[in-house]
């Protein structure tokens, strides 16, 4: 069966320091891969999606990127962290090229002080 | 551009109450919609799903949800909830017959049932 790793699950960093998000997923080929982030009171916001290795594209302009070195890995990065990157960052994954369905990962809580 | 709107942000109920969480799309096209509910502690699941078909759509634990196009809605309905259900429950849209998950969600409805 699929499962999907993120890591880690609460994270409290300064301002102006490194961030860096990991995201596995086992048992599938190939898949699509997505950042979500839900900033406080807001819905789930898509922030990138991946399509395929090196293959990245972005939502919302933002303080972040993300890479995917490998099929099933899917990093989100940023140089020098925010106060406004607060939040709750979700990994997901979906196979399939019709109406499919996501499937996530448990979340990372990401506090910055 | 799609949005989703969840008006009840708040949900308090005693056990074996009845459930209905409102759900507003805005879109045009044809599109797929989807309940995600999060279980405290635990991760994003999907509860059930629409694309296409019966306007009612059944999912796990007694959930269903009625897709009204004329209204741009889909509610989530229980009949008799229970203190197992007490979780955040989401909402959300994408661009039908495509092969991406570029879902747009609303913003949530924490659902509290008192035993």
């Known amino acids: 069966s699929q499962t999907i790793h993120q890591w880690p699950a609460t994270l409290v960093q300064p301002v102006g320091s490194p961030l860096s998000l990991e995201c596995t997923v086992e048992?599938?080929?190939?898949?699509?891969l997505y950042w979500y982030r839900q900033a406080a009171g807001r819905g789930l916001q898509l922030l990138f999606y991946s399509v395929g290795i090196g293959q990245i594209s972005s939502e919302v302009p933002q303080n972040l990127s993300a890479s995917r070195p490998q099929d099933r890995q899917f990093i989100l990065s940023s140089k020098k962290l925010l106060l406004s990157d607060s939040g709750f960052y979700l990994c997901a994954w979906s196979v399939g090229t019709v109406n499919t369905e996501a499937f996530f990962g448990q979340g990372t809580r990401l506090t910055v002080v | 551009a799609q949005s989703v709107s969840q008006h009840n942000h708040h949900v308090i109920l005693s056990e074996a109450a009845s459930l209905e969480l409102g759900c507003n799309y805005s879109?045009?096209?044809?599109?797929?919609l989807f309940w995600y509910v999060q279980y405290p502690g635990q991760h994003l699941q999907l509860l059930l799903k629409?694309?296409?078909?019966?306007?009612l759509v059944k999912g796990i634990k007694g959930f269903e949800a009625e897709f009204i196009k004329s209204k741009f809605s889909f509610n989530l309905r229980k009949p008799s909830v229970q203190w197992s259900d007490t979780a955040e429950y989401f909402c959300?849209?994408?661009?039908?017959?495509?092969?991406?998950?570029?879902?747009?969600f609303g913003t949530g409805t924490r659902l509290l049932v008192s035993p």
């Open positions: 959300a849209v994408n661009q039908a017959n495509t092969g991406f998950q570029k879902l747009v």
């Open positions: 048992g599938t080929s190939n898949p699509n």
């Open positions: 629409y694309f296409s078909g019966d306007p």
């Open positions: 879109y045009g096209g044809t599109v797929n």
